[in-house]
């Protein structure tokens, strides 16, 4: 028994030496991927702890550590402040109301390419509204601000057929809905290309046997394309989930003009906007403060994907984790 | 075989024969609907392009010009003549040349290597990987790292940290794994090391992969713009985005004028984002396959 046990020990040392030796090249390969995870992913995730001293630059993350601990102090003080709140709210309704638009806006123009029956022009279409995915926010927040302004063109016609000038870059509730369909006319077609490609994966055979059952289109659509499509949409909207708490600074610092336009920030001051100007655009928020806000937030993404996943796979869905 | 198969992906069902197949009124409101959503995206482009060739008198008395009965490329010419604008674009090439290849040589490698089986370690690595999807320190945790290894201030803040993306990585991973192992045996019988393996098999084998994970990269490159935002300020490092957020953002734009002819800052704006936006709309059309084959192949293989 026991010279059973150590051959087996030998044999298994003997293997582990051989794919060691097998794998060198593989193993040269993957060495600039650990370091990169090492210092640009997990670097910053140890210096979270930050969160829980009074960060001072001088010292260093180690020796804030050490001499400047505080424990949850700083989680104290952001829970009692305002602003902290107020960014909460806004990034939840903000957040959540661009998963729910964005989603069906990628399913409607999915929908509307696949029925169509003719060639060229849903080629052309296709090539038409996924280019902007590939555009900047700054682009096309550039875009937005010129054709809308109060001076620009639209609104010059809106105010020769009677009305008021536009103002959706001075009033907050405008902006909100200029922030929804900027993202629908940025995302939507893009976004469309995966339901497109799972649409095209549907078996054909249930759409002759609806034939058969004479269906119409719309109820091949509701009983054949959107079952279809299911597992995928549910897939990617848990993913969009975990996103919720980001609502897209990149979008909200452009269509503000680098955070310039003081008369609607309020209204789109979200958590990542908080992070940023309390720490560089003069908030007078500590590091220590900003890295706990941050700590706070990819806590509730978190929490968030993982009960979505838990609520689709006791629905029967599939799941991602 | 594999390539064959992403090249035959359709992208849209395929048109059925049959008597339900004719072109009825159902059509005629999806073209309509298409047509108006395809419409509201092209109308941004076509009137600030209009805009930027209209003589100012022009635009002042009629700001909605969708035609011009006078073309002027003043504001083309203002573009031009702003230094701003040429130290943008050095800068932005910089990063679309060097960055691009920099950032495929270690995306490339590292999912090779994650491709391959049974080496030692591969599940540690691969679930290391997995997790940074899922966790992130944050903005300030990752602004105090940049500052530590003093890249503050320099290209390589735009540059370094961009080694790895992990979804193109694993797009380029699948894609490995999905070539028959056959000919990574065949090779070796035929007295091929590792590196010819992957050189001169795996790699070319990969084109059509290679050349959708490239350009996802060069057109991040092309439109990057937060790193240098957050990390550079001096204006010699700007990229060609940001120096747009500075001529667009700003109420009256501070580009010279050439001659003593007035020009309205709207339609200098205006050439200057089509300056940006030109390269893409050119190249587009003709490389869209391309990324829709990347995002496809990742969402049906991950």
């Known amino acids: 028994m026991e010279k059973l046990l150590i051959k087996r020990k030998q044999s298994y040392a003997y293997s582990f030496k051989r794919r060691f030796s097998a794998s060198k090249f593989l193993l040269l390969m993957i060495i600039p991927a650990i370091v990169y995870y090492a210092v640009f992913c997990y670097a910053p995730m140890y210096g979270v702890l930050i969160a829980f001293t009074k960060y001072s630059p001088k010292k260093g993350i180690m020796g804030s550590v050490t001499d400047n601990w505080i424990g949850f102090e700083n989680f104290k003080f952001i829970f009692n402040y305002p602003s902290f709140w107020t960014a909460f709210k806004n990034t939840l309704i903000i957040g959540s109301l661009k998963i729910i638009i964005s989603f069906t806006s990628a399913i409607l123009v999915a929908l509307l390419i696949n029925e169509l029956r003719m060639r060229f022009f849903k080629k052309g279409v296709q090539i038409i509204v996924t280019f902007p995915h590939f555009l900047s926010w700054v682009v096309v927040a550039s875009l937005f601000r010129l054709t809308l302004s109060e001076t620009g063109g639209i609104s010059y016609l809106v105010q020769q057929l009677g009305g008021q000038p536009l103002k959706f870059l001075s009033d907050g509730k405008l902006f909100l809905s200029l922030l929804f369909s900027s993202d629908v006319w940025k995302e939507a077609g893009w976004s469309s290309i995966i339901y497109i490609a799972t649409m095209a994966g549907i078996s054909t055979d249930l759409y002759e046997a609806a034939n058969i059952d004479g269906a119409s289109r719309i109820q091949k659509i509701w009983h054949v394309t959107l079952p279809g499509i299911r597992p995928t949409a549910i897939l ?43 720490t560089f655009g003069g908030g007078g928020l500590t590091m220590g403060q900003t890295t706990a806000i941050g700590l706070f937030k990819s806590l509730v993404g978190f929490v968030l994907v993982i009960t979505t996943d838990r609520i689709a796979k006791l629905c029967g869905e599939r799941g991602i984790i | 075989m594999a390539k064959t198969k992403i090249d035959k992906l359709p992208l849209a069902r395929k048109e059925r024969p049959g008597p339900s197949n004719r072109f009825g009124g159902f059509d005629v409101v999806l073209f309509i609907i298409l047509l108006i959503f395809a419409l509201l995206i092209i109308f941004p482009f076509y009137y600030l392009f209009v805009v930027s060739i209209t003589p100012q008198e022009i635009y002042v008395n009629n700001p909605l010009t969708l035609w011009t009965p006078r073309v002027t490329f003043d504001a083309y010419k203002s573009v031009f003549n702003d230094s701003r604008i040429w130290g943008g674009l050095k800068i932005t090439l910089i990063l679309l040349f060097g960055g691009t290849l920099y950032q495929m040589f270690f995306t490339v490698i590292t999912g090779y290597a994650l491709s391959r089986n049974n080496w030692v370690g591969k599940n540690f690595v691969m679930n290391m990987i997995l997790v940074t999807m899922f966790f992130g320190g944050g903005l300030i945790p990752y602004y105090i790292l940049i500052k530590t290894l003093g890249m503050i201030n320099t290209i390589w803040v735009m540059i370094i940290p961009g080694a790895i993306d992990t979804f193109n990585m694993l797009l380029m991973r699948n894609y490995f794994a999905s070539l028959p ?11 091929a090391n590792d590196v010819q393996i992957f050189v001169k098999i795996f790699l070319p084998l990969s084109l059509p992969m290679l050349a959708t994970v490239g350009l996802f990269f060069a057109v991040g490159n092309w439109n990057s713009w937060y790193n240098g935002m957050l990390f550079n300020s001096s204006q010699n490092l700007k990229t060609l985005q940001q120096v747009l957020q500075d001529i667009v953002y700003t109420p009256s734009s501070g580009i010279p004028n050439p001659g003593k002819i007035r020009i309205d800052d709207e339609s200098m704006k205006m050439a200057a984002i089509f300056f940006t936006i030109i390269p893409m709309m050119l190249f587009y059309p003709f490389l869209q396959r391309y990324f829709v084959k990347g995002i496809v192949v990742g969402a049906i293989k991950g």
Do not use: P, W
């Open chain 2, 181 to 191: 192992k056959e000919l990574e045996e065949s090779a070796k019988i035929d007295g």
């Open chain 1, 236 to 278: 990617l909207l848990i993913m969009s989930v975990g996103g919720v708490l980001s609502a897209g600074f990149d979008q909200i610092y452009n269509l503000t003009g680098s955070l310039n336009n003081a008369v609607v920030l309020d209204s789109v001051q979200i958590i990542d906007v908080l992070i940023y100007q309390g």
